[in-house]
């Protein structure tokens, strides 16, 4: 089954920075790779979903990217802002079964 | 957001008593989740649903059993509780089980079993 792998360790930034989130799958090449967002106590939300023949997919301050070559997917918040201190999880599988990262916590301080 | 309440919120409970948790969605969606949320495991999925009565095994489903009697309720069991399935459970829907389709997540029910 696939695997998926993000950075365990919170990311900090500075307010206005660009962050970005590292997603490494193992095992074959997805279709399809999601990203969501938690915050503490509530459940994921999704954000952006990109497919195998997309290398990139923007949606306001929010850029995936798709590398099926280094198995890998980065999400960047751009001009980041207190707000986007949440959990980000990565997501991707078949035939109706998702697999989930641990997701990576990100923490923007003024 | 999307239409999907979980009950219990919270739920603590003894050890080998039987425990339901009921997962109700407005959005007529044909498929429906349980997962189990453990630090430094993330979400892993229990059981799903693809139809009234129509169900089948997640990663983890040994010590858990569902049932789907109408489109909106989805009821996961756990036949007698255990300490390992202390956790928080999300329920989740989706218009469609490719993995093209996002899928919404409920509030998430903390179980606590002692």
């Known amino acids: 089954s696939q695997k998926i792998e993000q950075n365990s360790e919170a990311l900090n930034i500075q307010e206005g920075k660009t962050a970005t989130l590292t997603c490494n799958y193992t095992n074959y090449s997805p279709a399809y790779l999601q990203w969501y967002r938690q915050d503490p106590g509530r459940g994921p939300v999704f954000l952006l979903l990109i497919r195998e023949n997309e290398k990139e997919k923007r949606k306001e301050r929010l850029k995936v990217t798709f590398d099926t070559t280094l198995k890998q997917s980065l999400f960047h918040i751009t001009a980041s802002q207190p707000a986007d201190s949440a959990t980000y999880l990565c997501?991707?599988?078949?035939?109706?079964?998702?697999?989930f990262g641990t997701g990576t916590r990100l923490q923007v301080t003024l | 957001d999307a239409g999907i309440t979980q009950s219990p919120r919270h739920k603590v409970t003894e050890t080998g008593t039987p425990v339901t948790l009921r997962c109700h969605q407005t959005?007529?969606?044909?498929?429906m989740y349980w997962y189990r949320q453990d630090p430094g495991h993330g979400l892993r999925l229990i059981h799903y649903s693809y139809g009234v009565k129509d169900t089948d095994k997640g990663e983890v489903s040994d010590g858990y059993s569902v049932s789907r009697s109408k489109t909106e309720d989805f009821l996961l069991t756990l036949e007698s509780a255990t300490s390992s399935q202390t956790s928080v459970y999300f329920c989740a829907i989706s218009e469609s089980g490719r993995t093209s389709y996002e899928q919404y997540f409920g509030p998430g029910t903390r179980l606590t079993v002692t």
């Open positions: 959005e007529n969606h044909r498929y």
């Open positions: 997501a991707t599988g078949t035939a109706s079964k998702l697999t």
